[in-house]
């Protein structure tokens, strides 16, 4: 019959994938559980009120067009909702992707019985399948590894968590609203159940078996599934387990499989008691706590709790006298095979043919002792890791070994056997032996029949190497041979090599995987962690302890067969992925149980510096010698001595541990100390700059209030308003560069753009509130907005319009400034930071920024042709080459804050003309000066020109580009019709304030690089090239 795993068999195949990507759908839900963002916990206060408004559970479904019109009327939400969106839809993704892949593996799972019972798979049903061995397994499997998924999700990940994710994903995903898009599905498998892993938490009523029902699977799959796990050994683990006291341990695993599948059909756990005496008997005679699935742990007695069958039939198990009974014979099991294992690591006991002579009794060792660890995890863990790992070492070795031993000892004794021969033909001289053509004859034939023993027969081999060895026994006892000692040597010589054939013919791989079974630490895998500190305290006593722990990783990284068997032999691509997260959470382990060390060295490091500094005191140069002994301070010097060696003991200790690889990643024992040390390190650093730099919080820090600074810019510096003293200039930068290097500075900046983003954020909140809220002011806005239309018209009476609606807002230009010059402030800062970084990448790696600049420009002229014809090609959404390259152009200076978009904006009504009336209005507190450009009139009402021109142009640049065409228009119109009004003076001159909105034009061209017909389309060009002469 064809094998059911061969890769023609399609129905082996399929069920064998599905198992496969199971395992690994787990490794990736426990891989996630680590990475929930906090925010989704809305555990504390601050988070509720920040994120409650735009964070939703399943709630959100029964009424969305609700929530998003909440959202839709306040801006500062939409903004929050946006950065958001940025900051978790990539993570929100990767669970959205994880909850799918759990619903598509039922759906997979019911399909592939579907196809079983329609007679897809030629020949093969539903019991057929069950009868095949390999079959068998992966069904349980298949069912199993189910129900794991969702206890792993309900333990791991919070219903309330799932349902944000959920609700969270598809306000922001653009995928949900594919055609395949299985949402509404997804959602009904993973809603919150009401489970609280949090200690103490009520279990939900009917839970988890109303959780695993809520996708329908096959009710009399599930039932043959059951039976076959109630009354099979389906991994034939018996066997490795030969002694019935050890039965539970060696069905550990199908129990477990049963614990979870039992949920399916709870019928049995409520009411079937004599299918669940049956199960108890027979898994759970002497064991109550069970790992279901690496190291996850359940307690029986509190799983079964609500479950009247079960607990009835568990009742035996946890009587008090039989409690007692299994923790007095794990206690003297544990004592006596203590002893057996330290008898057996002690140095050349373990020597090859001990080994050979004792196999049984080593295994039943090792069985013994796996067996007392898996019931009592005692300090015993590390002897019994050590002596299996040196025995599974050596074991396969000689197996590797094993031929070429065996060929070698049969020509030796074949060759003795020949030598013999030629030792009674007497032809070969040797004292005192006479020819004897019979013996001759003999020795010549016994040797051709070592010869002629196959290893590949290993049966008819041994056994005819037995018969050699007793007729080698008889012809030295009837030819009375033993008075010749040298060819009494010989015949011991080929015994000894004979019956070395025999030990070395009955090295066999089933010995190694019956260890590998016996051996299994999987269900330690969470539970090892709780005996971390006994090992970092035994380490700390005795550092060579850390050798004896290799061992124990060792043991533990042979966990990671259990999920990855299944993924190997389907030659799934998940293997890497899944091996990779197991290796990894394994080697993190190991840092933290070897962290002991740098931590211990550390605090030696600190009491000899105690010493050195406070109690050793500095031998003078030149010393009376009665003060000799005052000074050689034996007792403190000692100490120190003795703290330096305890040091590099500590150190000795870690690199005594071996390259090890562990799982798929190698761990080498001098990057760890090095890793180890330089946390250790950071963390000491850490805390005492936070002891040592205590900062009062009530202190006023001195800053720049928008206005004790001006800005020059053709000198790029801060100048003080009052004293005229320099305050900062573009040097500062260069010194944070050379100070905190590239890095600290493209940081800087970042939070620069950050504080940008809030500042703007508020200032919409502000315009909210002082404007659109305030009835006066609106008036105002719409009378100005009918006097000045149409915007190409000159406004009669132009000065009393104007200055009549910048009387009537008066109050609210303050607010508005500080929060424009705070903008503009930070873009200035943000030119320096940029100029300063491109200049360093142009000085420290001109190719870099050479490369930077023509791809950025390459993939700009890509996207202007796409634009222009869309038929070529353009970065899709799921590209993020766009995302990394901009990182790439911020840290090397190669961008423009101005042209940045902060925020998300809506639409703001009077948002053109309470910009205009704001830069009037600041107008007349500003003068020309040939210099230095527009200055501050009055130091006691300062407003900085440069600031102001990019703050309003940040701000500008926010909204839709017509806002700023509107705006740049009102100045036109401001200006044309102030000159207009200038003209029927009888000595014409420009106006102060028509001379600041020119300049206000021309500088927001030069900033913002675009042509000057920009500006000229809202103000005739010979005013622009006419009004600097009459200046």
């Avoid at 903008?823 to 320096?832: E, S």
Wanted: charged share 25%; net charge neutral; with cysteine.
């Amino acid at each position: 019959m064809l094998d059911f795993l061969a890769e023609n068999n399609l129905c082996g195949q399929a069920i064998l994938r599905i198992v496969s990507c199971g395992n690994a759908i787990i490794a990736e839900l426990l891989r996630l559980s680590e990475f929930i963002p906090a925010v989704f916990r809305l555990k504390d206060r601050a988070d509720q009120q920040k994120y409650g408004d735009i964070i939703f559970d399943f709630s959100y479904f029964k009424g969305p067009e609700l929530w998003e019109s909440k959202l839709d009327c306040k801006p500062e939400l939409q903004d929050l909702d946006e950065e958001f969106r940025e900051n978790n839809i990539e993570i929100v993704t990767r669970f959205y992707l994880a909850f799918q892949s759990v619903h598509k593996y039922i759906v997979d799972l019911n399909r592939y019985l579907d196809d079983l019972n329609e007679g897809v798979y030629i020949q093969q049903t539903l019991e057929t399948v069950l009868l095949n061995e390999d079959g068998k397994q992966l069904l349980c499997e298949a069912l199993y590894l189910y129900g794991v998924m969702l206890l792993v999700i309900d333990q791991k990940i919070e219903g309330e968590v799932r349902e944000r994710m959920l609700v969270s994903y598809y306000r922001y995903s653009a995928a949900r609203s594919s055609a395949d898009s299985n949402m509404d599905d997804i959602c009904k498998l993973l809603r919150s159940t009401g489970y609280s892993s949090q200690p103490g938490a009520k279990r939900p009523p009917n839970y988890p078996e109303s959780y695993f029902q809520r996708v329908p699977i096959n009710e009399s799959f599930i039932s043959m599934v059951i039976g076959r796990l109630r009354s099979d050994d389906i991994y034939n683990q018996v066997s490795a387990y030969p002694l019935p006291e050890h039965r539970s341990t060696a069905l550990a695993n199908q129990a477990a499989m049963l614990y979870v599948i039992l949920y399916f059909e709870p019928s049995i756990l409520h009411t079937h008691q004599a299918k669940m005496r049956e199960i108890v008997d027979k898994y759970f005679p002497d064991n109550w706590v069970i790992s279901i699935y690496m190291g996850i742990t359940v307690n029986l007695v509190d799983a079964w709790e609500p479950y009247k069958a079960a607990k009835t039939a568990l009742n035996n198990t946890l009587d008090l006298s039989n409690v007692r009974e299994q923790a007095s014979r794990y206690a003297t099991v544990s004592e006596r095979v203590h002893a057996q294992v330290q008898q057996f690591l002690k140095e050349g006991y373990l020597r090859e043919e001990m080994v050979l002579d004792n196999i049984p009794k080593l295994l039943n060792c090792l069985r013994d002792c796996n067996v007392a660890i898996r019931w009592l995890m005692l300090h015993t863990a590390d002897s019994v890791s050590k002596s299996f790992l040196s025995l599974q070492q050596m074991f396969k070795q000689m197996l590797s070994e094993k031929q070429t031993k065996w060929e070698h000892y049969k020509k030796e004794g074949s060759e003795r056997m020949t030598e013999l021969a030629d030792v009674f033909s007497g032809v070969k001289p040797l004292t005192r032996v006479e020819k004897n053509e019979n013996l001759q004859a003999w020795f010549r034939e016994i040797s051709k029949q070592i010869l002629s023993l196959n290893y590949d027969d290993s049966t008819a081999a041994g056994r005819k190497t037995v018969q050699l060895i007793q007729a080698l026994e008889e012809v030295q006892e009837f030819h009375q041979l033993e008075s010749n000692l040298q060819v009494c040597q010989f015949l011991a010589d080929t015994r000894k090599f004979l019956h070395q054939m025999i030990r070395t013919i009955n090295i066999k791989e089933e010995v190694l995987i019956t260890m590998q079974i016996v051996g299994d630490l999987s269900f330690a895998w969470q539970l090892i962690d709780s005996f971390t500190s006994i090992m970092q305290e035994s380490i700390r006593v005795n550092p060579s302890m850390v050798t004896k722990l290799r061992a124990t990783f060792l043991k533990l990284a042979s966990a990671l067969d259990l999920p990855l068997l299944r993924i190997n032999q389907a030659n799934s691509p998940d293997l890497l992925s899944v091996s990779q997260y197991y290796s990894g959470e394994l080697v993190s382990y190991v840092r933290k149980v070897l962290q002991i060390i740098p931590e211990s060295m550390f605090t030696s490091l600190l009491k000899i510096i105690k010493l050195q500094t406070h109690d050793i005191i500095e031998v003078p140069t030149r010393l009376d010698k009665d003060k000799l002994r005052d000074y050689a301070q034996l007792g403190p010097r000692y100490e120190v001595a003795k703290l330096t060696h305890a040091i590099s003991i500590f150190t000795e200790g870690i690199l005594m541990m071996k390259t090890t690889l562990v799982g798929i990643i190698k761990v080498d024992p001098k990057q760890l100390l090095e890793d180890g040390i330089r946390k250790e390190l950071v963390k000491r650093v850490a805390f005492a700059l936070h002891r040592g730099l205590i900062f009062n919080p009530r202190a006023k820090v001195p800053r720049d209030q928008n206005g004790m600074t001006c800005h020059i810019d053709q000198l790029n510096t801060w100048y003080d308003m009052k004293t005229h003293q320099e305050v900062t200039s573009s040097r500062l930068f260069s010194e944070i560069q050379t100070t905190l290097g590239t890095f600290g500075l493209n940081g800087l900046d970042r939070l620069l753009c950050f504080m940008i983003v809030k500042e703007l954020q508020n200032f919409l909140s502000m315009f909210q509130k002082i404007i659109l809220r305030d009835r006066t002011v609106q008036d105002t806005l719409k009378t100005l907005m009918n006097a000045v239309s149409p915007l190409k018209s000159i406004v009669a009476n132009s000065n009393k319009i104007y200055f009549s609606a910048i009387a009537k807002t008066q109050k609210i230009w303050t607010a508005y400034l500080e929060a424009i010059m705070k903008v503009g402030q930070m873009q200035i800062l943000r030119q320096q930071i940029a100029n300063e970084l491109n200049y360093s990448c142009r000085f420290d790696s001109k190719h870099l920024a050479a490369a930077l600049e023509n791809l950025n420009k390459a993939l700009l002229a890509d996207i202007e042709a796409h634009y222009q014809d869309p038929s070529l090609p353009y970065p899709k959404e799921d590209n993020t080459l766009l995302y990394e390259i901009t990182a790439y152009l911020e840290a090397a200076g190669i961008h423009n804050p101005l042209n940045k978009i902060y925020i998300t904006t809506k639409r703001l009504p009077y948002f053109p003309i309470v910009n205009f009336l704001f830069l009037i209005a600041q107008l007349p507190k500003l003068q020309y000066n040939k210099n230095l450009g527009m200055v501050c009139r009055k130091p006691t009402d300062p407003v900085d020109w440069p600031p102001l021109v990019l703050g309003l142009l940040t701000l500008l640049k926010q909204f839709h580009s017509r806002y700023t065409e509107q705006f740049l228009a009102l100045i036109g119109q401001f200006i044309c019709s102030t000159v207009e009004q200038c003209t029927s003076q009888k000595i014409p001159e420009i106006p102060a304030d028509v001379v600041g909105a020119l300049l206000f034009l021309e500088d927001y061209v030069r900033y913002t690089k675009l042509p000057r017909r920009v500006a000229e389309a809202h103000v005739p060009n010979f005013i622009f090239d006419e009004f600097r002469t009459v200046l």
